[in-house]
Each structure stands twice: as C-alpha cells, then as structure tokens.
C-alpha cells in the first residue's frame, strides 16, 4: 500500500492508496484542490469544511452537467495570480449560479 501526500485548500493529507495508483490520486486531489481554491476565491473566507463541500458540490455539478449532455467534464484553468476584480466578480456570479442551479434540482427531487 502507498502512501500519498494531498495538498488540498491548503492543508495536506496524508492518504493510503494501492500501488500504482498515485498518480490518479494525486489528478483527482488538484481537481479537489482547483474546485477548493474556486470556492475560496469566489464565497471569501470560510472554514475548511465549508470549503471541501462547496468543492464537491462545484465537481458535482460538473458532473452531472456532462452526463446530461454527453461531454466529459473540463477541468477549470488554473489561476493566475494577476486575475482582475472583474475575473473574480464573474467567478463569483458562476459559482452562484451554479450553486443556485443545483439547489433547485436538489429541492426538487425532495
């Protein structure tokens, strides 16, 4: 069993995985992560947990956006340090309407 180092919201993890699989592991953790630092970004500060479940719902929605419409999900550009107030402005209203989005589907399926 091998052991991985995760970098993710800023705080590491140390997680067990089976042989050969770090690299996957490591790819699903900067997806995490990516999501993470989006949520971060565009909701100010917020604790650790708040941060992880606006990122796992952001890829969620991701996902079943791309199952709905039969294409493989996009990974989200890194940031630059150098983005603009109006970048972060749209990012904001994306993660909004997103959240939004899925709140509606969520209630609706209840």
């Not at 800023?10 to 990516?34: I, K, P, T």
């Not at 990012?91 to 609706?108: G, P, T, V």
Request: glycine share 8%; with cysteine.
């Amino acid at each position: 069993m091998a052991k991985v180092d995760l970098l993710i919201g800023g705080n590491s993890y140390a997680v067990a995985c089976r042989d050969g699989e770090e690299a996957n592991l490591l790819a699903a953790a900067a997806q995490v992560d990516a999501k993470a630092q989006q949520a971060k970004r565009g909701l100010g500060g917020m604790s650790e947990v708040r941060q992880l479940l606006f990122a796992s719902l952001l890829l969620a929605d991701e996902l079943e956006e791309a199952r709905r419409t039969g294409r493989a999900p996009t990974p989200a550009p890194a940031p630059t340090p150098s983005a603009d107030a109006s970048l972060e402005a749209e990012l904001l209203e994306d993660i909004a309407a997103r959240l939004e989005k899925l709140a509606m589907r969520l209630e609706q399926r209840g």
